[in-house]
């Protein structure tokens, strides 16, 4: 078994004294939640933190409030399996819930926490690897190297955006609020990532995303579909996350977001774009038909590359699929989701 | 008669039918009944031991450093700084065990540490012994390897053009064949050229299977101490304890001698192969400890277990088949060509198992095989469950519903006119005895409902038959000797407790419950109240290993021998007791009776009391070595075995026609067991298999990247895919067949051939729900997809090979077949016997198989 290096391990009782002791410590120092993406990464030396600071005492990060007619907010220690089997969540934001299902697998969801599925480090079958393994490659951009081996020409790193919620939650426009050394900041999702695989968050190193809000339910619905290689344990190897208002038959507004093929929740502009104000019916042929052409321009913008499970190429092909299935899931009549591939 | 001259003495071979085949069930207390495995409360409450949960006091920990060049000189290697290190007590580097070592005979070409070249990314370069983990593994980092880079070889293609002339470097081995070829090996049964100009129909198709690891839950850990007086215990999650002995005995022959050196397997983690190899880690940490004088351990990491691998060869493969208009095969010309990875392994075998098997199924009238091993730099294959044989059953079964298909004939047709008769030689002269392959294809057609559905569902659903057969055990050890292959004896104490000692080791598969089961059986005891001790080279006699299916066969048949052994020198001096006639003596309950008023007798403890004051301390032997193979011809020695076990399945499908994703909602499995011996066990086995060989199908792949020096991509439980239950499809199985006079009660094999069904079954439902032939092994949805697409583009809907690399054969070694009039021997040598016997007048020409 790998082993975790040697580090400092504090327990403070609140988010603020949370926050004092990162900043005290600067970039030596890490929050650590459920511990389910932290600790692998330690034991393979990419994250090699002198000071780990623990949320799990923190009671100001847990808990959720608020309803569905003006919006949810939960604190973001909040486990993904307390998410999954919520009553009022399961009822009022099912493709949310969805979403944080088809995490990995039960015994991860007991432990990881949506904050830290927000945060999820990006990935990559190159710096995924123990220290022995990136010896091998002479390491690479994202830790301890100078080369990027899935593009060695590109002058950024190609990591991949592998959290299931992300997308979703960029497409139904949630917000988190970041405690800083200097106060709360409220920050909407869609403005939170960054296109890069190394500098994939904007925010301050010390400051500590407390919770996440969920917008008020007025009409939209919202579908992630997950592509993955089983139906437990594995990353998204692209995740579309689509959110649909109608006004009647009429598309009203539309957001998709195709993670887990690119460094950050990309947007499908063009998509969204060609069916603005587009008439769209459930099971209907020439719904569908629309919903394929304009799902076929999510192709272009889809980043897959190798340096994930299956092949890219083919994981490019199922981008328009994917996102025109999380698009009809999202039309009135459409049934609720409950499969855990595709 | 002392109890010495009783227990043993007897012939190691006994003829066909003396295992108690013959005794009806309804005869049988212990056997067939589905009783508790006798250690299944240790290990499902946690308290069985494993190698990793063994401690001694001043244990000192293992760490080895590996190398981070595929194929590489090693310039210089200074562990000075690792030395230095404060809580290091021991650097070990390649100089320090100059002697070789490999599994087989021919392939002694493993270092315990690499000397002066490296082979691959993770082979062993130094081993360090340290107070804990932490300090060894920094001080592996310490240990400064200067590497020269020597040219990288990692596909069948390249390894196959490298010049023979070419300089030293470019091989990766300096044995072998030429270049970087391991193995090459041409046999010929019958006549080619007749057989194919009979055929009505020739098709020629091309394959590939991908290698795969075992993936055992168990990672390897190794326990070796050295004591004061000079004697060496090795403690470790082998499946060949004997054979890492003979190992430790060669490499370390300088520093301890094979009798003061003592092997004891630990009970396996899951096996499957890939702890059937003696390894450097065993033997660093056996020097280590001689070193310090400490007990030392090493486990590896689950990244070590993939660079330690041994696991299924990839193999491309070239089959032309001909066949008559009713489908019968007339020839089959079959080619294999097995990545071997690094070093030699159990290759050598390998390559004969990607022949050997293929006429055992169905009767092929002229047999050609060509076979050839490289070495490239990656991990080591080996054995995994079905060694060498899943890759051309792949072959053979997809090819089976083409020409089905081709033929306009239903695949439960062709295979079932085509089926070996029972008690029949095979053109390459693998000797089958019963075969029940007819009863289990009937069994799972018509519990499947395959003819009504098999071409009649809805597009993007489909149903697929194949099936298989698997050696109970190969019929020769793995070097060569006339000694048993498996010895069991008995001690039998005065509080009437039985203690079964056997060599034997169990991975999981439940072998120790085997012996409780079979003597249990004979000297009428409750298997849990026997003493099973097993698996140390100190205490138990010699059994091979956990490899080639091969142990409830042979140790059962040991075990039997030496249990009626036991019961032969109890029965007289019972009868005498009692007044009745030897043969009315019965053992049951606990009990020696007369069987003719059951209420005279006595506990079984009394009777062993009243021998034991008649014939002093009770002990019995019992051995067991395979019948001799009429295969005689020099590659004759891979295939034989006592009996062969055969499945056949169906497979359903449900393909996405939009993204190639498919499921598997249900499989029908079923499997000629002979008789089982305990068939909870037996389905145990069958659906282990059913889940391993779905891995294999749907997604399992040692992936490496040739264009980043040679790295495993994925060398991590998360991303090397292996189905989780949510892929576990809803399983029937059934077990069927008639008790087999080879096996102990009639049993055959269970643990290895059920797997290979599944491979080529999958591949036919595919090709059944949406037309796509995957002629590739995994079956994975980005190739669903392409062919899909290709399809869509009215091209051939195929995904697969289209040729194999060129090999310059050495000339065919050809041998008639039974039905040509054949000896079993190679043309050439009918000959020179011929003129022996001439000369000798007549002598016998009763000889082994090489």
């Known amino acids: 078994m790998l082993r975790l290096p040697k580090f400092s391990y504090h327990r403070p009782a609140s988010g603020a004294e949370a926050v004092r002791i990162v900043a005290a410590h600067g970039g030596e120092a890490r929050y650590v939640a459920g511990g389910t993406d932290l600790y692998p990464n330690m034991k393979r030396r990419v994250q090699r933190p002198g000071h780990v600071v623990a949320l799990s005492r923190c009671q100001d990060l847990r808990g959720m409030r608020g309803e569905a007619r003006s919006g949810v907010t939960i604190g973001a220690m909040t486990t993904l399996s307390a998410i999954e089997h919520d009553p009022r969540l399961r009822a009022e934001y099912p493709g949310f819930v969805h979403a944080a299902s088809v995490v990995s697998t039960p015994l991860l969801r007991n432990m990881g926490t949506i904050g830290g599925n927000l945060l999820l ?16 490659i002479d390491f690479c951009k994202k830790c301890d190297g100078s080369t990027c081996w899935v593009a060695p020409s590109s002058p950024r790193c190609w990591a991949v955006q592998s959290s299931d919620t992300v997308p979703l ?24 990532y960054r296109d890069d695989g190394i500098d994939f968050v904007q925010k301050r190193h010390e400051e500590l995303l407390t919770a996440l809000h969920l917008p008020a339910t007025n009409g939209w619905r919202a579908s992630y579909r997950k592509l993955r290689r089983r139906g437990s344990f594995d990353f998204p190897v692209l995740g579309v996350g ?44 020439a719904s569908d038909e629309l919903i394929r052409a304009a799902a076929q321009e999510a192709y272009k913008p889809t980043r897959a590359m190798d340096n994930t499970d299956l092949d890219a190429h083919w994981r490019k092909k199922m981008a328009p699929v994917f996102v025109a299935r999380a698009i009809r899931d999202c039309l009135p009549g459409a049934p609720p989701r409950r499969d855990v591939l595709g | 008669m002392g109890a010495d001259a009783a227990g043993s003495g007897a012939p190691i071979e006994r003829p066909e039918g003396r295992y108690l085949h013959g005794v009806p069930d309804a005869d049988l207390k212990v056997v067939g009944k589905p009783w508790r495995k006798i250690d299944a409360r240790a290990r499902v409450t946690g308290q069985t031991r494993f190698a990793d949960d063994l401690f001694a006091p001043r244990m000192a920990y293992c760490k080895l450093l590996r190398s981070t060049q595929a194929h590489a000189r090693i310039v210089r290697i ?20 100059p002697i070789t070592f490999g599994i087989l005979p021919v392939s002694q070409d493993e270092h315990t540490l690499c000397i002066d070249k490296v082979r691959f990314v993770g082979d062993p370069v130094a081993a360090v012994a340290a107070v804990d983990e932490d300090t060894a593994w920094e001080a592996c980092r310490k240990i400064v390897v200067e590497y020269e880079a020597l040219p990288l070889v990692t596909d069948v ?20 064949r030429l270049g970087n070829f391991h193995r090459q090996e041409n046999l010929e049964f019958g006549d080619l050229a007749q057989g194919f100009g009979e055929s009505d129909l020739v098709r020629e198709d091309f394959f590939f299977f991908e290698g795969n690891t075992h993936l055992p839950m168990e990672e390897h850990a190794t326990l070796a101490t050295f004591d004061p007086d000079g004697k060496l215990c090795v403690q470790s999650s082998t499946q060949t304890p004997h054979y890492l002995h003979r190992a430790l005995a060669k490499v370390l022959a300088e520093h301890v001698p094979a009798h003061k050196i003592r092997v004891i397997a630990c009970p396996n983690g899951g096996g499957f192969g890939g702890k059937s190899d003696p390894f450097s880690h065993e033997i660093a940490v056996a020097m280590l400890s001689i070193r310090t004088g400490r007990p030392v351990k090493v486990t590896l990491t689950r990244e070590e277990v993939f660079y330690t691998h041994r696991g299924r060869h990839p193999v491309l493969m070239r089959s032309r088949i001909g066949v008559s208009r009713s489908g019968r095969i007339k020839a089959l010309d079959f080619e294999t060509h097995l990545d071997g990875g690094a070093y030699g392994s159990y290759g050598t075998a390998s390559t004969f198992y990607t022949g050997a098997l293929q006429c055992v199924t169905y009767h092929v009238e002229n047999y050609w095989f060509r076979g050839a091993r490289y070495f490239t730099n990656k991990a080591p294959c080996g054995p995994k469950r079905g060694h060498g044989t899943p890759q051309p059953r792949f072959a053979l079964e997809v090819q089976m519903d083409k020409l089905a298909v081709e033929l306009g004939l239903d695949p439960v047709r062709i295979r079932k006119d085509n089926l070996v008769p029972a008690n029949s030689l095979t053109a390459n002269w693998m000797r089958v005895g019963t075969m029940a392959l007819g009863r289990c294809i009937d069994q799972v057609v018509a519990g499947s409902g395959f003819l009504d559905r098999w071409q009649k569902l809805p597009h993007g659903k489909g149903v697929g038959l194949a099936c298989s057969s698997y050696l109970s055990g190969a019929g020769l050890p793995i070097y060569w000797n006339a000694m048993p292959h498996s010895g069991v004896q008995l001690k ?16 999981g598969q439940g072998s120790n419950s085997i012996l409780a089961y079979v003597v249990g059986e004979v000297l009428g005891l409750d298997p849990q109240d026997l003493r099973i001790v097993t698996s140390d080279t100190d205490l138990t006699p010699v059994d091979l290993g956990s490899y080639s299916s091969r142990v409830t066969l042979m140790t059962g048949n040991a075990a039997l021998q030496a249990a009626e052994r036991a019961r032969d020198l109890i029965a007289p001096h019972v009868a005498d007791k009692l007044g009745v006639p030897r043969n009315r003596i019965g053992f049951a309950k606990g009990r020696v009776f007369d069987v003719s008023d059951p209420d005279q007798g006595m506990p079984f403890a009394d009777a062993v009391q009243l021998a034991e004051s008649k014939l002093g301390t009770i002990g019995t032997t019992g051995s067991y070595r395979p019948p001799k193979s009429p295969a005689r011809y020099k590659g004759g020695g891979v295939g034989p075995s006592a009996n062969y076990s055969f499945t056949a399945a169906v497979v359903e499908v449900d393909v996405d026609p ?34 391993m060989g779905l891995g294999e199908a749907m997604m399992e792949e040692m992936s490496y990247r040739s264009d980043r020096f040679g790295v495993h991509k994925i060398p991590s439980m998360l991303d090397y895919k292996s189905p989780t239950t949510m892929e576990m499809p809803e399983l029937i199985t059934w077990l069927v067949g008639d008790p087999d006079p080879n096996g102990p009660f009639g049993a055959k094999e269970a643990g290895q051939g059920p797997l290979l069904p599944i491979m080529p079954a999958v591949a036919n439902a595919v090709f059944d729900a949406v037309g796509v032939r995957v002629d590739e092994v995994p079956i994975t949805p980005e190739k669903v997809f392409e062919g899909i697409e290709r399809a869509r583009k009215g091209k051939e809907p195929r995904v697969g090979p289209t040729k194999t690399p060129h090999v310059d054969w050495p000339e065919a070694r050809k041998v008639r ?34």
């Open chain 2, 78 to 97: 200074d562990a000075s700084a690792a030395e230095a290190m404060e809580g290091v007590y021991a650097v070990l580097l390649g100089k320090d065990l």
């Open chain 2, 658 to 691: 939009e993204t190639g994703i498919y499921t598997v909602p249900r499989i029908f499995v079923a499997h000629d067991i002979g008789r089982s011996i305990n068939p909870c066990l037996v389905m145990g086995q069958v659906e282990g298999s059913v889940y």
């Open chain 1, 169 to 192: 939650l960029c497409a139904i426009d949630a917000s988190v609020t970041l405690l800083g050394a200097d106060g709360e900041r409220r920050v909407p999702l869609r403005a939170l």
């Open chain 1, 242 to 285: 689509a959110c649909l208002s109608m006004d009647g038959d009429r598309v009203a507004e539309l957001d998709v977001r195709i993670g887990g093929a690119g460094s950050w929740p990309i947007p499908a502009q063009k998509t969204v774009e060609m069916l603005r104000g587009a008439v769209l019916r459930f099971d209907d042929a």
């Open chain 2, 492 to 507: 039998l104490d005065r509080s009437g407790l039985v203690t079964v000692f056997c060599g034997s080791t169990d991975i």
């Open chain 2, 817 to 850: 077949t039974p039905w040509q009039g054949g000896t079993g021997l190679e043309v050439e040598r009918e000959q020179e016997e011929l003129a022996a016997a001439r000369a000798n007048g007549g002598a016998s020409r009763e000889r082994r198989g090489d």
């Open chain 1, 121 to 136: 480090d990006t990935r990559c079958n190159y710096y995924d690897q123990s220290h022995e393994w990136r010896e091998s």
């Open chain 2, 157 to 176: 293609f390249t390894a196959a053009a490298t010049d023979p002339e070419a300089p030293h470097e470019h091989r990766i081995h300096d044995y072998g």
